[in-house]
């Protein structure tokens, strides 16, 4: 593939990333800047996060906002695939992240949903515990209910993302994903892929005005099921109500 980085300073990236990528200056939290970077672009891969330094740069604006923008914008280019990396524990409401920065996890569940809305042909990877070991060392191990734990090395994301985009069958999957300690690092794409379900989301009002319950549904045999609780962080319940179909199947929109 050829490679163009989306960045606020292409100085400071080259240092990182070296010659061998086109750089197109913009940032996540304006749209239009985006829209640039896109043109004549095929796939997308997000890994952007927030950081703890600079309020505006919170997870809402990055993780949420900055997510939805790529993704309306992802649409708007009529892009063949959109690859994001989020979070294992997303569904979590009481994961420990949450407490410790500002619901990170939360809003990286509702940046999740705005790529599945856009109606754009996704892969959400959600990675387990970050680390900087070299990745390509051992298999890796992908899981569906978000609720394993586990480590993987960073550069074993990265081949996995750039695995989703040469396997249709990565195609409007969400997944958790780990190191698999003692595993061949040789991995058959299209079969890990394929094993993984579908999925049904929606939000439902608790009648109380202030919350919404969240239902994920993992089609398949053996259905897996779990609610959490969200708060209408933006004031306006509207907009957090979203049904997404990662794939056909029951139950159908309550």
Known sequence: YRVRALVRDPAGARNVLGDGVEYATGDVRQRPTIDA???????????????RKDPANGPEFVDFQGVRNLAEAAAAA??????????????RLDHPLNRMFDNVLIWK??????????????????????????????????????????????????RVCVAALKSPAARNR??????????????????????????????????????????????GSTPVYHSVVYDDFDGDA?????????AAGSPSNP
């Open 238 to 246: 509207v907009d957090d109500i979203m049904t997404v179909a990662e």
């Open 109 to 158: 569940g509702k940046g999740e949903d705005a790529v599945r809305a856009s109606g754009v042909p996704y892969t959400i990877v959600r990675p387990g515990g970050l680390t900087d070991k070299p990745g390509g060392q051992s298999g890796v191990r992908l899981e569906q209910g978000d609720k394993g734990t586990g480590f993987i090395p960073r550069g074993d994301v990265a």
């Open 37 to 51: 970077a896109l043109k004549g672009v095929r796939y997308a891969i997000s890994a952007i996060g927030a950081t």
């Open 174 to 219: 969400t997944f958790e994903l780990y190191s698999a300690p003692g595993s061949s690092p040789e991995m058959d794409w299209d079969a890990a892929f394929g094993n993984l379900r579908g999925s049904l989301t929606w939000w439902e009002n608790n009648a109380d005005g202030q919350n919404w319950i969240r239902h994920d549904i993992v089609t």
């Open 78 to 91: 009529k892009l063949d695939q959109l690859v994001g990396v989020s979070s294992a524990g997303v569904t």
